[in-house]
């Protein structure tokens, strides 16, 4: 037997008591991105490497479900869950459609006992779709980072979230370095001038330097943060971050990196900032125009963290005045980005949509932490500490390290929408 509690529509807490068999007949609904145009895709590759378990504790590789390599992150992918689930007697309603009201997964939602959704195409479960969903019990973000669940609505009708912590740290820190040098070195304007017939050497080298002996810094040096630092430091920059949480002293000297107490300390010391904090209350909107006019004139940010940790205006109005040299990142509000949003069309940025995470590398990681996370739930076993992110009315494990309480999809529902 097993517990959940649930507001019910009165708004009173109640407690149901479930027997293993119900849980054997579980209500699963994902929201995945669309299938690329050409499906399958043809691969560049047979396969990617085994890279053992490093960053993250789920092993693709002995999952016999899985071949490593594949796209499993779109709809036809189905994460690869669908004979496995249905195997053990559950049901899985895979989607798209994910916004605005009626939906499909709004609408799969209000019977589901487990929703997934990738932050690449986040479904946004708002406390008013958890309202309509009473049987939801636990939301799974299949990558990192579950801000497009209202993590205080989940706590409040004790919902666990979980991610998959770890699974594409390396994934986004490699995306960080080539963004950092693709804007530092003019790479994207250098390279449309050669793809339309041009040989303007100085309209190229007009905007590009070399990264050596720049100051750069990191805000939060967790998984992400720090594994930017350590890809940077043998091209002999000067290394900076400010986190909640210290470094231990020895990683600090290895890196010879210097922690700033304050963001404003580190803004106004650095010529590149990379951002690699979760978005929660307090880094909402963080890189506001304030903030950004304190850093040094001609910097560049690198965001591959959340859209909404930067304001969109400000930063489109400091690359038009000059107080940016760059802005890159693969991350926005809403996703997907409205064909109008601002950062679709700003000067001296290296935008992609939301993709760093979810390379076929990084997808047979997350995948297999899903199938742990199912696993453990179908099984009433703990899950992993590093996979929590709230559990028991509370958050847990990554979440209690890396958020504070609250709620960030204000907005995303009507945004989704529009
Ligand atoms: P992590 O939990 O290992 O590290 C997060 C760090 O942020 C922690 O050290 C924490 O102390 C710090 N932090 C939190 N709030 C802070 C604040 N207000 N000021 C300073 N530091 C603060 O997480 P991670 O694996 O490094 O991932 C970080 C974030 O990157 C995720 O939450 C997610 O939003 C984003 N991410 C993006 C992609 C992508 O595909 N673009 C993929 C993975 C993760």
Redesign the pocket.
Known sequence: MFRANNITSSGRRSVRYFSSAHRQQAKVVCALYPDPAVYPPKYARDSVPNVGLDTCPSDPWARPELTPGQLLGSVSGELGLRSWLEARGHTLVVTSDKDGPGCEFERELKDADIAISQ??WPAYITKERMEQSPNLKMCITA???S?HVDLEAANDRKIAVTEV?GS??VS?AEHVVMMILGLVRNYIPSNKIATSGGWDIGECASRAYDLEGMNVGT???????LRVMRRLHPFDVKLHY????RLPEAIEKELNVTYHPT?ESLVETVDVVTI?????P??ENLFDEKLIGKMKKGAYIVN???GKICDKNAIKAALESGQLAGYAG??WFPQPAPADHPWRNMPHAGMTP?Y???TLSAQARYVAGVFEILENYFEGKEQRHEYLICQDGKLAG?GK??YTSGNTTDGSYAAASA
């Open positions: 932050p690449f990558g990192i980072g801000d912590t594409n740290v986004v805000v939060a040096a967790g998984r992400i943060g400010y986190d909640h949480h963001v690699n904090c979760p978005l929660h307090e880094t591959t963290a959340r693969d991350v939301h760093s995470g979810t990554a390290h890396s």
